[in-house]
């Protein structure tokens, strides 16, 4: 056929503009950079390492859920110092908006916790408790 090599390489190209967005995210959004924008937190430790914070966190705190809600587990002892076993926990050293949602935006990560779980980012309208 005539047009064969113009139709290859037009499939080729194509491919490319196709695969474009994401080679430049995965050339663009490196853990070190999103790292470095986060606030510092408070206190010297986490409740273990960083990096092993950074990828197994949702798995702690899963397993904090279980032991909590079926064994009625509260304190939690690390090498890094005894944690009570509660999404709360976290906000005694985290800020949330400047620390856990800021990565979860650039990961696009959503948890559902806050339908039910208190972070400080929350704006919580006043109630008036009958007493
Ligand atoms: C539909 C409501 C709901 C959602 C959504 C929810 N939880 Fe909970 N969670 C509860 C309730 C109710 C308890 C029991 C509170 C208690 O006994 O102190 C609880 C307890 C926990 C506990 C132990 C106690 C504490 O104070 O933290 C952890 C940890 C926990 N949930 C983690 C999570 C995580 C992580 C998510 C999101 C992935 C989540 N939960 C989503 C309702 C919810
Ligand atoms: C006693 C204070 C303290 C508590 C409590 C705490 N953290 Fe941390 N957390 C830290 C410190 C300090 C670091 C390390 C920061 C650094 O070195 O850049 C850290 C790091 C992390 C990281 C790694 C982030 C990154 O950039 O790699 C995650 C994720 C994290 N914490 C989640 C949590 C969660 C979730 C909770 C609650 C279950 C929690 N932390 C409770 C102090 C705490
Ligand atoms: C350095 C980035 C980073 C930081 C900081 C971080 N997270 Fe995450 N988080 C993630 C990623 C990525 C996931 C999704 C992992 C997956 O899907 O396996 C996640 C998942 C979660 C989940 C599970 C969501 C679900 O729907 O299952 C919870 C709960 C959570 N994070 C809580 C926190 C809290 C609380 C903090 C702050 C104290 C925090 N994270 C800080 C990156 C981060």
């Known amino acids: 056929m005539y047009h064969k090599p113009y ?4 499939i080729v190209v194509f491919l490319i503009i196709l695969a474009t967005p994401y080679w430049v995210t995965a050339g663009n959004i490196k853990y070190e950079d999103i790292h470095k924008e986060l ?43 005894v944690f009570n076993v ?24 959503r948890p559902v916790c806050w339908d039910c779980h208190y972070n400080p980012g929350m704006k919580i309208p006043t109630v008036n408790y009958i007493k």
Do not use: Q
């Open 7 to 10: 139709v290859i390489l037009g």
């Open 86 to 109: 509660s999404l709360t926990e976290c906000w005694r050293c985290h800020n949330y908006d400047e620390y856990c949602k800021k990565c979860h935006e650039f990961m696009d990560v």
């Open 39 to 81: 606030a510092k937190p408070k206190g010297v430790n986490c409740i273990m390492g960083v990096k092993w914070m950074a990828s197994k966190h949702m798995e702690l705190l899963n397993e904090w859920r279980e032991i909590a809600v079926r064994k009625g587990v509260r304190k939690y002892k690390t090498e890094n110092g």
